[in-house]
C-alpha cells in the first residue's frame, strides 16, 4: 500500500507562484512513478507532470517552461513547484503513485485558484 498527502494549493493571483507537495508513505519501494494530475470543473482529469524512481521527468505541454516537479528522497516528497500561474491553471491536483505492477494510488487532492 502506498499513501499519498498532498499540501499546498491555494489562491494565488495570475503571474504569482505556489508549491505542491506530495508526501508519499507506505510501501515506497514499489513504486515507478509519481505524478500530478489536475482536474477542473467539468473538464477530465489530466496529467501535469510526473517523475519516474530514475529520475526521467515528463510534462504536458501547457505547463512546459513553467511548472517544475522535483522528488525529494530523504523526505519521501515530490514537489510541484508552479510558476507563471495562469486563471485555466485553476482546478484541483491529485497526487498520484504508480508501482512497479501497476498498482495506482491517488492522494485526496488540493484546490488551486488562480484569480485576481
Known amino acids: 500500500q502506498v499513501q499519498l498527502v498532498e499540501s499546498g494549493g491555494g489562491l494565488v493571483q495570475p503571474g504569482g507562484s505556489l508549491r505542491l507537495s506530495c508526501a508519499v508513505s507506505?510501501?515506497?519501494?514499489?513504486?515507478?512513478?509519481v505524478g500530478w494530475y489536475r482536474q477542473a470543473p467539468g473538464k477530465q482529469r489530466e496529467l501535469v507532470a510526473d517523475?519516474?524512481?530514475?529520475?526521467?521527468?515528463n510534462y504536458a505541454d501547457s505547463v512546459k517552461g513553467r511548472f517544475t516537479i522535483s522528488g525529494d528522497n530523504a523526505k519521501h516528497t515530490v514537489n510541484l513547484q508552479m510558476s507563471g500561474l495562469k486563471p485555466e491553471d485553476t482546478a484541483v491536483y491529485y497526487c498520484?503513485?504508480?508501482?512497479?505492477?501497476?498498482?495506482?494510488?491517488w492522494g485526496r487532492g488540493t484546490q488551486v485558484t488562480v484569480s485576481s
Open positions: 517523475i519516474t524512481s530514475a529520475g526521467t521527468t
Open positions: 498520484h503513485a504508480r508501482t512497479v505492477v501497476s498498482n495506482v494510488y
Open positions: 507506505g510501501s515506497i519501494s514499489t513504486i515507478n512513478t
